[in-house]
């Protein structure tokens, strides 16, 4: 099932996260991969999971296979795609591929730059940026490949892209935002922003695009992973208030605070956006009862 | 210019181990403005070359060594002499280098030619004597007429061509710290210009069939074919 099919229905659309596993995940009649049971236990209350590619320039499973598998347990998954570490070439192969294997929707993205994983020394491709990525998956699903030459088969992608509301300055993040639309994206999952009026101002300027945005909550779990977040993640600010209040209670009861923070957040931006995008970090039970509530 | 930085003397030493009679060759042009390889550094490396037992036959040092009219005249007086050394270091960039192999084989003669730099790529200088920043890719298809004179292929840690990634904080990039973020600096040029409609415009992929190596560049043609 398309993304896009359901925004168009005016559904109100959830979707989680999962990271594959470092390492090879042939089971041979044992239990699914972990993250095929993370994404199974949430597979009632989301329409579709995320699944990362080599997210912070982390090598792991591949994300089209863990994409494969997630998909063949029952639940919808979102492929990510990066320019990191593909060329245009294997970038066009890899969308065919992900087409051919029943995936219905991808996510491009520029990737985080190989300094901050764990191959520093390998040789970044950037050969095409995310927008450009964009027009490319456009130009499959229409029956042609980059340079013009018919496919057998078009491809049959559901588009999506990401923005950041939090970047400084903004308008330069929404001239991006907007030229993505342009080239092909259908619907954005935001990067994770915690400051309401932030996300206000974001989506005020953002509503004239008239595409669904889908606001992207990250669960903050500790005052340490607020911290780490601030010194090394960039493009994401973990606010004073969120933190103070992480550390208000005793690490035991740091999960509940977790999903009080996250339901309040959920709330507060629901109105301005036609779905959510959770990012749980290993956390996927928080999500069931956020969505229960939202749901009503 | 092209920057260099200087090999350890270990590593120099070793590259040198098989050979006593050594023939130092520097470049005056680039290596001299980043202090590796001028008459003076030509001279201090010679020195303590000759101080572990090597011995040297004659220093050269071209005005810039990877310009064959500038370099032949200099060395092909010193044919003899090149004959006469076991092996010649060269203290200038990848090119200089290979210029000066170029010229031994023009002369007949078969020698050993080592490097004791190692080039860092096209820099350009920024403050004199300190610091020298890329800012040129070299590409062969600039953009710098749409992007307020700032290169994103090169100042970009992504070389992205459409704007921002979203890892940017406070104006700076998500892989250095310390580096601006090329795409807020090009952001904020085109506003002081009044030009930010540019940002607005699609670049398609970029054709690096025109970085194809190793490329030639047909001068009175003003042809570059790889």
Redesign the interface.
Known sequence: MKLTELFAKGTFVFTGEVGPVKGCSRVNGGPPPEFVQEALSIKDYVHAVNVTDNQSAVMRLGALAASVLVKQAGVEPIFQIT??DRN?LALQSELMSACTLGIDNVLCL????I??GDHVSAK?V???????LL??AKGLNEGRD?VGNPLTQPTDLALGA???PG???L???L??M??KI??GAQFFQT?AVYDPIIFETFIKKAEQFKVPIMYGLLVVKSPKMAQFINENV??I?VPKWLIRELESVAPQGRKEKALEISLRLAKEMAPMVQGIHFMPLGWSDLIPPIVKELRG | MIGTTKKPLEEVLAALAPYRKVAVVGCDGCAKICQTGGVDEVAQLARTLEAHGKEIVFEATPERTCNVAKSDPILKPLTDKIQEADALLVLGCGGAVQITRYLTEQYGLTKPVKVGLNSVGHLDTVVPGAVAMEECSDCGECVLNDTGGICPVTRC???????????????KC???HNRDCA??LI?ERLKALGE?DK??R?????D?SKMAKPRTLYIKEGRVAS
């Open positions: 320019c990191r245009r520029t990737g985080d730059h300094r901050l970044p950037f050969d095409v940026d995310s927008v450009q027009k490319i980059m990401v923005v950041n970047f400084e300055p308008d330069l993040q001239l991006k907007e030229k342009e080239q990067q960039s493009g600010t | 840690a992504k070389s992205l061509l459409n704007g921002p990634c979203g890892g940017a904080e406070g104006g998500e892989v250095d795409w807020i952001y930010t940002l607005k699609f670049m398609e992929p970029k690096f």
